[in-house]
Antibody, heavy 120, light 107 residues
Framework: EVQLVESGGGLVQPGGSLRLSCAAS????????MTWVRQAPGKGLEWVSG????????YYADSVKGRFTISRDNSKNTLYLQMNNLRAEDTAVYYC?????????????WGQGTLVTVSS | DIQMTQSPSSLSASVGGRVTITCRAS??????LNWYQQKPGKAPKLLIY???SLQSGVPSRFSGSGSGTDFTLTINSLQPEDSATYYC?????????FGQGTKLEIK
């Protein structure tokens, strides 16, 4: 059974940093692209970042480019999102999701989400 | 970036009825269009991928169609559990943008 468990969310001041983790199990982690999607309170879904199975290719939304870094450790079956220079508008539930097929851009399996609150 | 626009933003329908939600892309996404259902406090659930392929385990009353820039999600024989917000998402090119969502209420 595929499982994705996010952690690392919390309260952080504007300008601060946070690293989210997503522990994966139940599938060959290195064979699948992974992604982060966020949802601000009461708002819709926003795709944030994606990474290929090998980690060699990474992609970002314009809203986070230059501030967020996606990475993965295939030996630990874990996906990361390093978030720097956080802003109030980054407040959201952050979900990690697994590509349904190797490098597809659609996502069948999702984590439960972790809440990031950026506030002073 | 490709912009995705859904309509309507919300709608209400009766049990047993049928609804259609539309999604328009700002440029062609070929058939790289996916639909998700999200209930409050839960992660999104994939319903339809590549415009018309039904995700395994999803009831056949859900169907998708379209290509290029115009797509539809149709739900037949509405059930109370279909009350949710529905999102389209293009996977043609990064950033993989979502529509703003359509909230469906079942009367």
């Amino acid at each position: 059974e595929v499982q994705l468990v996010e952690s690392g969310g919390g309260l952080v001041q504007p300008g601060g940093s946070l690293r989210l983790s997503c522990a994966a199990s139940g599938f060959t982690f290195s064979s699948y692209a992974m992604t982060w999607v966020r949802q601000a309170p009461g708002k819709g879904l926003e795709w944030v970042s994606g990474i290929s199975g090998s980690g060699g290719s990474t992609y970002y939304a314009d809203s986070v480019k230059g501030r967020f870094t996606i990475s993965r450790d295939n030996s630990k079956n874990t996906l990361y999102l390093q978030m720097n220079n956080l802003r109030a508008e980054d407040t959201a539930v952050y979900y990690c999701a697994k590509a349904s097929e190797a490098n597809s851009g659609y996502f069948q399996h999702w984590g439960q989400g972790t809440l990031v609150t950026v506030s002073s | 970036d490709i912009q995705m626009t859904q309509s309507p933003s919300s709608l209400s329908a009766s049990v047993g009825g049928r609804v259609t939600i539309t999604c328009r892309a700002s440029q062609s996404v070929r058939s790289y269009l996916n639909w998700y259902q999200q209930k409050p406090g839960k992660a999104p659930k994939l319903l339809i991928y590549t415009a018309s392929s039904l995700q395994s385990g999803v009831p056949s009353r859900f169907s998708g169609s379209g290509s290029g820039t115009d797509f539809t999600l149709t739900i037949n024989s509405l059930q109370p559990e279909d009350s949710a917000t529905y999102y389209c998402q293009q996977s043609y090119s990064t950033p993989y943008t979502f529509g703003q969502g359509t909230k469906l209420e079942i009367k």
